[in-house]
């Protein structure tokens, strides 16, 4: 089995070459709007140092957000072609998950929040079980005052992770002492981990629909909020 | 040569299969019109999740209507500029993907130069020199080809786009979305002479304008309306158009006289006019000027004049590497 990852909903775009035995390949690029055009090359670059061809590849796993709009959509576009044109199955994950499976060694309560612009972190809450997390909410599209709320309601020590901490960290220091904030070095989404979780599915079998595969986008586009809004008013 | 051409610029997700830039094997268009109609234009957000939901069952369909499989593709193209960024990066991003997957070649190609390949498909191979006329929702220009694959741009419009103009009138006069074809078949029942509207032909060189005579047409309505009258909608869109496309005419004959060419080319969604290809096709024949014009369902956006256009670029030994990005301003040339 070879599985490749690719991961595009935040600002770190990585591609990842693995199998039942662990990663064989990875790059990580954060360079603004050029790493999504570096997708494709680097999924090449990364066959390349494994030394294996592209026929070796017999799946593709995809973070499917929420994130970024432009970066899921690229991942998501990279990862549908790679699978049609390779024919083999793919496998989608939501980005949030991503992260809060990479810190589900730690005891407590996990909120994972990633920055979705427009002023808003997309997060949703996680607890650590045997061999993984489970999420015990729906992702939310707000902003950090209501994030910090969320986190003021619960009266037990929480991992606060995601690259959210970094664009807001001044606000959701606020929520309290029971609230640690992850490093950074956690913060992100990353295609190693999509590797890593697709495996156990792919082994059952349990693919995506191709066709059906699309990014979480949580929040509806501008044009259609202002839509409802004015909808509502009338 | 097999060629897959894809084309997500704007508000179509279109991907076409054509054998040596002339056999069209399946010409696949998926039009959003419905999904951006309530906001009376394209949302680009919305024109970018549509693409990436209609791009791998369309190529499927595609590749089942040519009797075509994937193996049997030889070269991917696709539009890499101008148009809407996200919207053009998803069909990029694709076409990158599909091109490495399947370890074929990819050509980009600039999607004006695939609304003028629109006519090799039609006609054959266009022997330069030539003036194009491309026209369409978000162009009105005037362009030289000295040789294949140059192109030196004489004017183009300084303010609307011709078809953005014939939307926003035909908006403006209760018409459906978009409204360029609305116009077109309103029009046929009107009298083009019934409303003398501004011509813009006093402008110097090759450029466009359309603004005053939108606000014209605006002004007539709402004076008519002002006086208790219903104004005739059928003669305002006839002869709202009857002044689009003077200028046009008169504009491009002048450019092919000026450049010393014997051949124009008409290209762009805006072709599909019926008035606008009357009309030039009356005055080529009299100038003595050899005229080639898209059949009107190869005037839109299609990914069989990407295809077409990257079969001729990939002849000459172009090809794009799989780092390129989309080129929301792309220049001709
Ligand atoms: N019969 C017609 N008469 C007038 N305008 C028309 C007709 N048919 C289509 N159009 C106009 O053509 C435009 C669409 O053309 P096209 O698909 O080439 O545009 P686009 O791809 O959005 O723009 P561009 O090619 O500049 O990027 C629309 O504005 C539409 O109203
Ligand atoms: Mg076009």
């Known amino acids: 089995m070879l599985v490749l990852g690719i991961e595009t909903s935040t600002p770190q775009t990585s591609v990842a070459l693995g199998s039942e035995t662990g990663v064989v390949a990875a790059s990580l690029l954060a360079t603004g709007p050029a790493s999504h055009e570096l997708v494709v090359s680097e999924v090449a670059r990364a066959l390349d140092r494994a030394g294996m061809p592209r026929s070796a590849l017999t799946a593709v796993s995809v973070g499917l957000g929420p994130g970024l709009f432009t970066g899921m959509r690229v991942g998501v576009a990279a990862a549908k072609a790679m699978a049609q044109g390779l024919g083999v199955p793919i496998v989608g994950f939501a980005s949030l998950d991503l992260i809060a499976f990479s810190v589900r060694y730690c005891r407590r309560l996990i909120c994972v929040a990633v920055d979705g612009k427009r002023k808003e972190l997309f997060f949703a809450f996680y607890r650590p079980v045997p061999g993984g997390v489970t999420r015990t909410t729906e992702f939310e599209a707000a902003g950090p005052g209501r994030l910090v709320a969320e986190l003021i309601a619960r009266l037990e020590d929480i991992l606060l992770v995601g690259n959210g901490t970094l664009v807001y960290r001044r606000e959701l220091e606020e929520a309290g002492k029971h609230v640690e904030i992850a490093s950074a070095a956690f913060g992100f989404p990353s295609a190693t981990t999509l590797v890593e979780l697709a495996i156990p599915r792919l082994q059952r079998e349990d693919f995506d629909r191709l066709y059906d595969l699309r990014p979480n986008y949580v929040r509806k586009s501008d044009a259609e909020i202002a839509w409802d809004s004015r909808r509502r008013a009338d | ?333």
């Open chain 2, 1 to 333: 040569m097999r060629i897959l051409g894809i084309e997500t610029s704007c508000d179509e997700t279109a991907l076409a299969v054509v054998d040596d830039g002339r056999a069209v094997l399946a010409n696949l268009i998926s039009s959003q019109a419905h999904l951006h109609e309530r906001f009376g234009g394209v949302v680009p957000e919305v024109a970018s999740r549509a693409h990436l939901e209609n791009l791998n069952p369309l190529l499927d369909l595609a590749l089942r209507e040519s009797g075509t499989t994937l193996k049997d593709i030889d070269a991917i193209a696709v539009t890499v500029g101008p148009g809407l960024v996200g919207a053009l990066l998803v069909g990029i991003t694709a076409a990158k993907a599909l091109a490495f997957a399947l370890g074929l070649p990819l050509i980009g190609v600039h999607h004006l130069e695939g609304h003028i390949y629109a006519n090799v498909l039609a006609h054959g191979a266009i022997e330069p020199p030539f003036v194009a006329f491309l026209v369409s929702g978000g162009h009105t220009m005037l362009v030289h080809a000295p040789e294949p694959f140059r192109y030196r741009i004489l004017g183009q419009t300084l303010d609307d786009a011709a078809g953005e103009a014939f939307d926003k009138v035909a908006r403006f006069l209760g018409l459906g979305f978009p409204g360029g074809p609305e116009l077109d078949r309103l029009a046929m029942m009107g009298d083009p002479d019934a409303i003398r509207f501004p011509r813009a032909v006093t402008q110097r060189g090759y450029d466009f304008s359309l603004s005053g005579l939108k606000t014209a047409v605006v002004r007539h309505v709402t004076a008519e309306r002002g006086r208790g009258r219903e104004p005739a909608l059928e003669d305002v869109a006839a002869s709202f158009q009857e002044a689009v496309v003077e200028v046009q005419v008169d504009k491009t004959l002048a450019a092919a006289r000026d450049t010393g060419v014997a051949t124009i080319v008409l290209g762009g969604g805006v072709v599909a006019n019926t008035r606008l290809r009357a009309l030039m096709s009356t005055r080529a024949e009299q100038a003595g000027i050899r005229l080639f014009t898209p059949p009107p369902e190869l005037c839109t956006d299609n990914g069989a004049m990407i295809a077409c256009a990257g079969f001729y670029r990939l002849s000459r030994g172009d090809r794009t590497a799989l780092d390129v990005g989309a080129s929301p301003g792309l220049p001709l040339g």
